[in-house]
């Protein structure tokens, strides 16, 4: 069966510090993968989305970017982290576009 | 006008109760609705899929009315585990298929 794992868990970082979220999927190939931030009292906003290695689409403009460097692996990353980076971030996939699946997210808090 | 539009409640309901929710949505292109269930400080996890014809899960009603955009969830004989909040999230065409969420319906089931 298919899962996807995502760590940490919690991240509490100072401003202006590097960010970097991990997201891993098992049990499929070449899923299409995205990264969504939920901030508190907001809906899920799709950051990024990826179709395969290396393609990498953004939805919202912003200090983050995505990488895909292997298959099943999809990478959050900022260079100097804002307080507005705060939220709940989720890695997701879709087995060609039927639902998601959401891995347990990370809870970045940024002081 | 919000893609998707859905009353953020809190509904608070006796246990037993049916409570429904509702959720609006902008683009009469949209082409697949789901239903799905988050918990407190977790993930979404699919609760259902919403079919024109309707679709029944147990005590779980989703209905799609394609002429006014709107779907619908109706929980019957509401459990205190039902309590959790209730996202709507539509699909539109875009590629990689566009997918927006609501911002959730929170549901309380007091005892």
């Known amino acids: 069966s298919q899962t996807i794992h995502q760590w940490p868990a919690t991240l509490v970082q100072p401003v202006g510090s590097p960010l970097s979220l991990e997201c891993t999927v098992e049990?499929?190939?070449?899923?299409?993968l995205y990264w969504y931030r939920q901030a508190a009292g907001r809906g899920l906003q799709l950051l990024f989305y990826s179709v395969g290695i290396g393609q990498i689409s953004s939805e919202v403009p912003q200090n983050l970017s995505a990488s895909r460097p292997q298959d099943r692996q999809f990478i959050l990353s900022s260079k100097k982290l804002l307080l507005s980076d705060s939220g709940f971030y989720l890695c997701?996939?879709?087995?060609?576009?039927?639902?998601?699946?959401f891995g347990s997210g990370t809870r970045l808090t940024v002081v | 006008r919000k893609e998707v539009e859905q009353d953020p409640g809190p509904f608070n309901v006796p246990e037993g109760a049916t409570v429904a929710f509702n959720c609006t949505y902008s683009n009469s292109a949209s082409q697949s609705f789901f239903w799905y269930r988050q918990d407190c400080r977790k993930e979404p996890k699919l609760l259902m899929s919403?079919?024109?014809s309707g679709n029944e899960d147990g005590r779980f009603t989703a209905q799609l009315n394609r002429a006014s955009q709107y779907i619908s969830l109706l929980i019957r004989d509401s459990k205190l585990s039902d309590s959790a909040t209730y996202l709507c999230?539509?699909?539109?065409?875009?590629?990689?298929?566009?997918?927006?969420f609501g911002i959730g319906t929170k549901l309380q089931v007091i005892p």
């Open positions: 049990g499929t190939s070449n899923p299409n």
């Open positions: 999230v539509v699909t539109n065409s875009g590629g990689y298929q566009k997918v927006t």
């Open positions: 919403v079919y024109s």
């Open positions: 997701a996939w879709s087995p060609g576009g039927y639902g998601y699946t």
